[in-house]
């Protein structure tokens, strides 16, 4: 894939995965007088990233890497933004919770030189988490719709085209805010795993009981396929009260506009017929 069309997630997150190696291969880093480079940090000088996405950690994953670092030490280190006498966290937040689990004081880190702006902490976040396959649907919901409230990006498009998604995949996310309090709240605990896609199809369905059903179901080993159909199922409105929303008989008005792909070409001849009927009982 030529640059060009390379978004401008993946470049930074080409360039910070090229870096990393570079440091776990090299075994003497030179620190330059600025202060700035691979260093050893004190642990209690570092502030987490007030815009990181990831909200909740998998606390058996987080004792493995802890036992891990405890036994062959650090293998990529952490990165922070220097502000001030203090340190901002970029990249690396399970990596430093670990050291804290194992009562460490310090930590090796990369500190780089940039300008840190809540946007730039955002996208930061967003870039180390983006390749992770059991990102959380629900985190980055939030993150997403915090980030649009304080004015980052005007708009969906402008954020999917800044972290490298699309627009429709961006609207998916922040749907499933939608969903009932009940959900969000088990979807919180980190004790199950749903897919953003499916938690787009269950907010579909307004009616939170039978959401909720729905969202068990599913837990329960529901397919995908099945899932379509439930949901199909539950917002299909009967054909004669669609074909009422057309017509408007007492002032005997046809209007009409007809989505072919989503209704489909059986469904919509069901509600001309319906139409065709009502007209011809005046």
């Given amino acids: ?13 080409q360039a910070g995965k090229g870096a990393a ?8 880093v030179a620190l330059v007088d600025s ?3 691979l260093k050893d940090i004190k642990i209690d000088l570092i502030d987490d990233n007030p815009r990181q996405t990831r909200l909740t950690m998998d606390q058996n994953y987080l004792k493995e890497l802890a036992d891990t670092i405890k036994k062959d030490g650090l293998m990529q280190p952490i990165s922070v933004i220097k502000s001030g006498d203090r340190f901002i966290l970029r990249a690396g937040q399970r990596r430093l919770a670990a050291h804290k689990l194992n009562n460490m004081a310090t930590i090796k880190a990369i500190v780089e ?3 840190h702006t809540d946007k730039g902490l955002f996208e930061a976040s967003i870039i180390e988490n983006a390749h992770r396959q059991n990102v959380d649907p629900l985190e980055l919901a939030i993150s997403f719709e915090k980030a649009l409230e304080d004015g980052f990006y005007s ?16 609207s998916q996310y922040l749907s499933i805010l939608k ?6 709240d088990r979807l919180s605990s980190r004790e199950i795993s749903v897919g953003v896609k499916e938690l787009y199809k269950i907010q ?36 004669e009260n669609k074909s009422k ?38």
């Fill in 1 to 13: 894939m030529s640059d060009q069309k390379l978004s401008k997630l993946e470049k930074m997150m």
């Fill in 21 to 28: 190696l570079e440091v776990a291969k090299t075994t003497s």
């Fill in 35 to 37: 202060g700035f480079g």
């Fill in 113 to 115: 030189d940039i300008e």
């Fill in 155 to 170: 708009s969906q498009s402008e954020l999917a085209a800044a972290i490298g998604k699309t627009e429709g995949l961006v």
């Fill in 179 to 184: 969903l009932s309090s009940t959900i969000k």
């Fill in 204 to 239: 579909k369905i307004k009616d939170e009981v039978k959401q909720l059903d729905l969202f068990n179901l599913y837990l329960k080993g529901m397919s995908s396929y099945e899932l379509d159909q439930e949901v199909k199922k539950l917002t299909a409105l009967p054909s």
């Fill in 245 to 282: 929303k057309y017509f408007d008989e007492k002032k005997r008005v046809v209007n009409m506009k007809l989505d072919l792909k989503k209704l489909g070409k059986d469904e919509t001849i069901k509600i001309l017929q319906d139409l065709i009927t009502q007209i011809k009982n005046l």
